[in-house]
């Protein structure tokens, strides 16, 4: 995003990391604090379609939930993005949640009291027996795993046992898990034939787009969180709505470059142009898909007609066609020997509706 304007709050280009500039999602972060504040714990997985804004609402639990929860301290709570590479083995996966867990302790109000991580933490016993540490200590920990596919791409390293070992725990209540992927997980158990009671997590949180109200805050955010007017004016907002829609990743695009053009003296023309061209395959995709009902209603059943005319306009020939290669088939059969004469002329008789018997 070169030529980026100083002081634009949209932003586009990944996971959203200032909690000023999170918009909306009130209805699933009800979802999740419940889950967490519950008497028992029960974790959930986050399910959307790239881009619909799964890693900026499990960074904004991670780094609000001191706000969100009523007793906060009981909490240890870590991000972890599956796509680094440091979690490729599973030694480097247990080591750096364990780092995750570990930094959530040092800023504990009560951390000079409570015991530390298990340092080294590579295999699953230590890491089992670390989490049981904490949760004698009162604490619940919560694993914020995003990007979840991207463990699947290592079998070698995560298999049936490590999954299994992941669901023991949350079980025993010594872990709780917010995964992000694209699919539900019994989908990626099925994919990858893992039969691991992991993959069966009940707890499926979709996320689509924003609503209409959510989308009306998003275009009004101030130039700075202690401001009360909106960086844009009311057409710029309808305009960016038009654009954008009420997908978070289009919306927030569609925002940046009217910001930009309203600073920096462009015209619509210019936000239309710049916009088609950053939005790319994945607009495309998603009309596509609002265009598939429309195709079903329209476009379909006249083809469906015209097929079904044809086929009536051709089926005479069709079916001497089909009843002329039969015959020679069965004929064949007879003089290779696997048809005797009695039970060749039953089949002829059969095949043009004629009266049974030998001749």
């Not at 924003?210 to 969180?225: G, H, K, N, S």
């Not at 079903?296 to 007609?305: D, E, H, M, V």
Request: aromatic letters at 10%; hydrophobic letters at 45%; charged letters at 20%.
């Amino acid at each position: 995003m070169s030529g980026t304007v100083a002081g634009n709050p949209f932003f586009f280009g990944g996971r959203i990391t200032d909690p000023a500039h999170f918009v909306g999602r009130d209805q699933e972060l009800r979802f999740i604090v419940q889950r967490l504040s519950a008497a028992q714990m029960t974790s959930v997985g986050v399910v959307g379609e790239p881009r619909i804004g799964k890693s900026s609402l499990l960074y904004h639990i991670y780094q609000t939930h001191p706000q969100r929860l009523p007793d906060p301290q009981r909490f240890l709570i870590a991000y972890i993005s599956l796509q680094d590479a440091r979690v490729r083995t599973l030694a480097g996966f247990l080591q750096t949640v364990a780092n995750g867990l570990e930094a959530a302790r040092s800023r504990h109000p009560r951390a000079a009291s409570l015991p530390s991580w298990t340092s080294p933490c590579c295999d699953l016993i230590t890491f089992r027996q670390a989490l049981q540490t904490m949760t004698d200590a009162g604490l619940r920990c919560v694993l914020c795993l995003d990007e979840f596919e991207a463990l699947l791409e290592a079998p070698q390293e995560f298999d049936d046992a490590f999954f299994d070992a992941l669901r023991a725990a949350m079980d025993d209540q010594v872990v709780m898990l917010i995964v992000a992927s694209a699919r539900p997980l019994n989908y990626y158990g099925s994919r990858y034939r893992l039969v691991s009671r992991f993959f069966n997590l009940g707890n499926t949180l979709p996320l689509e787009d924003l609503t209409e109200d959510e989308a009306r805050a998003l275009v009004r955010l101030p130039l700075d969180p202690a401001g009360s007017q909106p960086a844009l004016g009311v057409a710029d907002q309808a305009l960016a709505l038009e654009l954008g829609g009420r997908h978070p990743f289009l919306l927030q695009m569609a925002a940046y470059y009217v910001f930009e053009a309203q600073v920096t003296g462009r015209d619509a023309a210019w936000i239309r142009a710049q916009f088609q061209r950053q939005a790319g395959d994945h607009r495309g995709f998603r009309v596509s898909l609002k265009r598939l009902p429309i195709w079903f209603l329209t476009t379909a059943p006249a083809g469906i007609g015209r097929l079904a005319g044809w086929l009536g306009a051709t089926w005479d020939a069709s079916r001497n066609w089909f009843v002329g290669a039969i015959i020679i088939i069965v004929v064949v059969l007879a003089l290779l020997g696997r048809l005797t004469i009695p039970a060749l002329w039953s089949w002829i008789a059969a095949i043009l509706g004629i009266g049974g018997g030998q001749p």
